[in-house]
């Protein structure tokens, strides 16, 4: 028997309605009061109307010790769909929910079993007994439980699957609008579209000022620019440290352009807070729960890169660490993932800007510089990724690539980076941004 994961969700529902007689939504404190008690009210008439109560006992058997059935039309099917978002909202932050499914014809002392094991670890099982095969849906908060994954260790039990995603706040069901990251009057997502460009590392005071007036010219709002490298070699140019801030603080009070610039490690997070407009968490950096938990408390808006071997359910849970502290002004970096393919440094991975456009609410940037490694390739990964209705690009110019102290093979000199903001126009007027 196959259950959909609405079906799960509706059956659930009812089942656990029916159990808890009314006392559901008093755990779901983000549900509104007088909603819950709307969808309370409905489950009470159908389930009413149905006359599905009182014929079982407490872990849903008839009392003639039989398995019960699944429970006829569930009632949520009567539901608008907005309160079932609105209810699965307010689940979002107080309940996990799991669906243990038994391995077809597994006898009642084994589902018993299991049933038992679910409500020791602190989860409210509801049964759903199907003819030849059982789910128990299990409710419980995850931040205080284990999840039920290791419930595959009893040999009843097929597989263990969630219902709810595992990140929440990042999600768009929890926030179905686009968010708009406000940069100190420079707004990123939502219909806005930001550039942001500059070196891969600041090297001198006369290299980033004429790259910052050169990329301002060009329609850039951002300037980007490395005071700390994250080096694969201990003997490669490490970045200027401090002084490459102060030289960033300078082109900001010249240009007015707005600062990104990396953030290596928690120790430097609030000197590096103090001169940039956005913190950048680098690839290599991008699941240091530590390093993202204190810059979500520096309250600067985050660039979170994508790690180079890292999957979109991951990126989107460290995004999850930075709204969890606190901190709402997430930017995603989708900038390449290692593969197998040698022509380009990383392959820059396009359907991960549109997975997580859809999954989650947070404006989403592209690098195509590190994306690629390759300046040829940057124009045309920047125009694919603006017809992917990307919220920004972020992208590597220097005033002579081939004298860069890093990253020279992938950066753009003045001439390639007009031309490329010309080029992008067409496709932010196709996608409804201003070109
Ligand atoms: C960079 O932006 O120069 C950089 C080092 O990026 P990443 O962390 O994506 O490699
Ligand atoms: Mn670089």
């Known amino acids: 028997m196959f259950f959909g994961a609405q079906q799960v969700f509706d059956i659930l529902l009812t089942r656990h309605v029916e159990r808890r007689q009314g006392g559901f ?4 404190e983000a549900v ?3 909603l819950g008690k709307d969808i309370k009210n409905k489950h009470r008439s159908h389930n009413h109307e149905n006359g599905h109560r009182g014929d079982q006992d407490e872990k849903g058997f008839h009392s003639c010790g039989e398995p019960r059935g699944i429970p006829g039309p569930p009632a949520s099917r009567n539901f608008p769909r907005k309160e079932l978002f609105a209810q699965a909202a307010g689940m979002f932050f107080t309940g996990g929910t799991m669906i243990i499914v038994l391995r077809p014809h597994t006898p009642k002392p084994a589902i018993e079993e299991v049933i038992a094991e679910v409500s020791k670890l602190g989860y409210d099982p509801a049964p759903i007994f199907g003819a030849t095969q059982t789910v128990i849906a299990a409710i ?10 290791s419930l595959t260790a009893f040999p009843q039990v097929e ?3 969630r219902v709810q995603k595992r990140y929440k706040l ?3 069901e929890s926030h179905p609008k686009d968010t708009v990251v406000d940069v100190d009057g420079v707004k990123i997502g939502g219909g806005h579209f930001a ?4 070196p891969c590392s600041v090297e001198n005071e006369e290299q980033l000022l004429s790259t910052a007036r050169a990329v301002k010219a060009a329609g850039a709002t951002i300037l980007r620019g490395g005071a700390y490298k994250p080096r694969t070699s201990p003997y490669e140019f490490q970045g200027l440290g401090k002084e490459g801030l102060s030289l960033l603080d300078r082109a900001r009070r010249e240009t007015g352009l707005k600062i990104i610039t990396e953030v290596l490690s928690e120790r430097d997070v609030e000197h590096v807070a103090a001169s940039a407009d956005i913190l950048q968490i680098g690839a290599r950096n991008a699941q240091n729960f530590q390093l993202l938990i204190e810059c979500a408390r520096s309250g600067k808006p985050v660039l979170l890169k994508r790690g180079m071997s890292e999957k979109i359910e991951e990126w989107l849970l460290a995004a999850e660490y930075i709204l969890a502290h606190g901190n709402p002004n997430v930017l995603l970096c989708e900038r390449g993932i290692r593969t197998f393919e040698t022509y380009t440094r990383n392959t820059l991975d396009l359907a991960a800007v549109a ?3 859809k999954e989650s609410h947070l404006p989403v940037i592209v690098d195509p510089s590190q994306g690629c490694g390759r300046s040829d390739l940057v124009l045309a990964l920047c125009c694919g990724a603006v017809a992917l209705e990307a919220d920004g690009l972020l992208v590597e110019v220097h005033p002579n690539p081939a004298e860069a102290m890093s990253d020279g093979q992938q950066q753009v000199d003045f001439a390639a980076f007009r031309q490329l903001a010309e ?3 067409p496709f932010l007027a196709a996608t409804g941004r201003a070109g």
Do not use: C, Y
């Not at 939504?25 to 779901?28: A, K, S, V």
């Not at 419980?140 to 994954?149: A, K």
């Not at 550039?195 to 500059?198: D, E, F, V």
């Open 159 to 161: 597989s263990v699957l």
């Open 25 to 28: 939504f008093d755990h779901l």
């Open 170 to 172: 990042a999600s768009r």
């Open 355 to 357: 997975v997580a456009k």
């Open 195 to 198: 550039l942001m460009a500059g």
């Open 423 to 425: 080029k992008i126009r």
């Open 32 to 34: 509104p009061a007088n």
């Open 140 to 149: 419980g908060d995850e931040r205080t439980h284990q999840n039920l994954e």
